[in-house]
């Protein structure tokens, strides 16, 4: 395996443009574990963790803020004009562990591979024949599903689509943006080319008082990945909530937005925020995947849901 490492961005798409078997690297914390499994095999390695305009973060003139994707997870605490984004701070640190955090990247995590019981998860039994992702025709963890149902588990990416953040893309084409949550598609698949780079996100500007908290279940408190997680978004003018974002991870293929809570949260007073999050139980538990693994079945991971959601709004009414 060959191992390159442009040194402008240009150059970097020029590389993956004329070398189709060439793989993306950043932190290498999620692809690098699949190349040691053999889930994956590329000929070259293109590492981009270190270009100059990814490594930014900077507020721009319409007062949103672009932060590079190859910003580690643990300095995102550091940065001080991410401060009242709280949400992003509390998702950055609970990822993983520390080491983990001082390598990985906002890019990778939000480009991280979907996991199951069956693939890319670091259990020797997963070994079985090829499904979905391994190019093969069959799900093992439903027997009749026409495609992969693999978790994707991220925990920044609930957040950034609760903030309405945009992705911005690097292609052969020049320089497009689109919402993060258009990055996720069916099947676990991203919508990128593979000579796309993700340069990095911008978060909008914020409100004038806007709330903010990320509130996930794992089985230990640390070095592990999002049973289920939740993000929430308050936007409040004169204590009238005026704008509202709830999205769940660890909820399916790709993140799940909660899209009720808007028509039951806009127009309502904050204080009544924890009874109107209880209407929303139902539908809670609607948009969870029923997806059962070696940690737990599809029942409890409705019901964690609904239990996170509420830690988060109690949260955003102690004024996170
Ligand atoms: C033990 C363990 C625990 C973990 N726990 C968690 C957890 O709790 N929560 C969580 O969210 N994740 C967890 N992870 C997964 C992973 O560590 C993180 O998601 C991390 O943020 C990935 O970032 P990276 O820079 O290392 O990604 P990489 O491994 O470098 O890349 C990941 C994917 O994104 C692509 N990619 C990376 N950057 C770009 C870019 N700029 N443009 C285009 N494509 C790109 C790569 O090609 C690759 O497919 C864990 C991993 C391990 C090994």
Redesign the pocket.
């Known amino acids: 395996m060959n191992v390159s490492k442009p040194q402008t961005i240009d150059d970097a798409v020029l590389f993956l443009t004329e070398h189709p078997d060439a793989?993306?690297?950043?932190?290498?914390?999620?692809?690098?574990?699949r190349i040691n499994q053999k889930l994956e095999e590329h000929a070259e390695l293109c590492y981009?963790?270190d270009l100059p305009e990814?490594c930014e973060v900077r507020a721009e003139q319409d007062g949103s803020i672009f932060v590079g994707?190859?910003i580690r997870?643990a300095e995102v605490a550091e940065i001080k004009i991410l401060t009242k984004y709280t949400g992003f701070l509390q998702a950055a640190s609970?990822?993983?562990?520390p080491q983990?955090r001082n390598?990985?990247?906002i890019?990778?995590?939000i480009?991280?591979?979907n996991r199951c019981m069956y693939f890319n998860n670091q259990v020797p039994w997963s070994d079985v024949n090829h499904c979905f992702k391994w190019g093969g025709k069959q799900c093992f963890q439903y027997k009749n599903s026409k495609e992969c149902v693999a978790l994707f588990?991220?925990?920044?990416a609930p957040v950034l689509i609760s903030f309405g953040a945009k992705a911005v893309i690097r292609g052969s084409e020049g320089i497009r943006e689109m919402p993060v949550k258009d990055l996720y598609m069916q099947a676990g698949l991203k919508n990128?080319a593979h000579n796309?780079?993700?340069?990095g996100v911008k978060l909008p500007p914020l409100f004038k008082t806007e709330y903010s908290a990320y509130v996930r279940k794992t089985i230990r408190g640390s070095?592990?990945?999002?049973l289920v997680s939740c993000a929430v978004r308050v936007c409040v003018d004169a204590n009238i909530i005026k704008d509202s974002r709830v999205v769940f991870g660890a909820a399916g293929v790709m993140p799940a937005e909660l899209h009720m809570s808007n028509e039951v949260f806009i127009g309502r007073k904050i204080e009544d925020l924890p009874l109107l999050a209880d209407e929303l139980q139902p539908a809670v538990s609607k948009i969870i995947a029923p997806f059962q693994d070696t940690r737990i079945n599809a029942a409890v991971r409705k019901d964690m849901a609904k239990e996170i959601f509420i830690k988060a709004i109690a949260q955003i009414c102690q004024g996170n």
């Open positions: 793989k993306i690297v950043a932190g290498g914390t999620d692809l690098l574990p981009i963790d990814m994707a190859s997870l609970k990822v993983a562990s983990i390598q990985a990247t890019g990778g995590n480009l991280q591979e588990q991220s925990d920044v990128l796309d780079i993700l340069l070095f592990d990945f999002p």
